[in-house]
């Protein structure tokens, strides 16, 4: 089993910044991919950043240029560097383990980020 445990997320009004962070335990395997999702509330859970396989970062195109994700492979940890936050980026951020060749996905409890005024 693995366990992701996100930290990070809170209030912050528009064109602010917050950094979110995911901490991975238990059975990690070497052979993954990490990631971040978001949910707004009344809509489906939408894929934010990731790193591809050979360990490059991808984006969605709405968060291109204003977060960066990063690791640190030593302490299991992924990082979501979120700038010029807007209203439309309000939503629940999950971290994601993905199991490269499986459908095995490992999903934290979710960090709260609301960008508003």
């Known amino acids: 089993q693995v366990q992701l445990v996100e930290s990070g997320g809170g209030l912050v009004q528009p064109g602010g910044s917050l950094r979110l962070s995911c901490v991975a335990s238990g059975s990690i395997f070497s052979m993954n991919t990490m990631g971040w999702y978001r949910q707004a509330p009344g809509e489906q859970r939408e894929w934010v950043a990731n790193f591809a396989t050979g360990g490059l970062p991808n984006y969605a195109d709405s968060v291109k240029g204003r977060f960066t994700i990063s690791r640190d492979n030593a302490k299991n940890t992924i990082y979501l560097q979120m700038n010029s936050l807007k209203p439309e980026d309000t939503a629940a951020y999950f971290c994601?383990?993905?199991?490269?060749?499986?459908?095995?996905?490992?999903w934290g409890q979710g960090t709260q980020v609301t960008v508003s005024s």
């Open positions: 994601n383990l993905h199991v490269w060749g499986t459908p095995t996905n490992y």
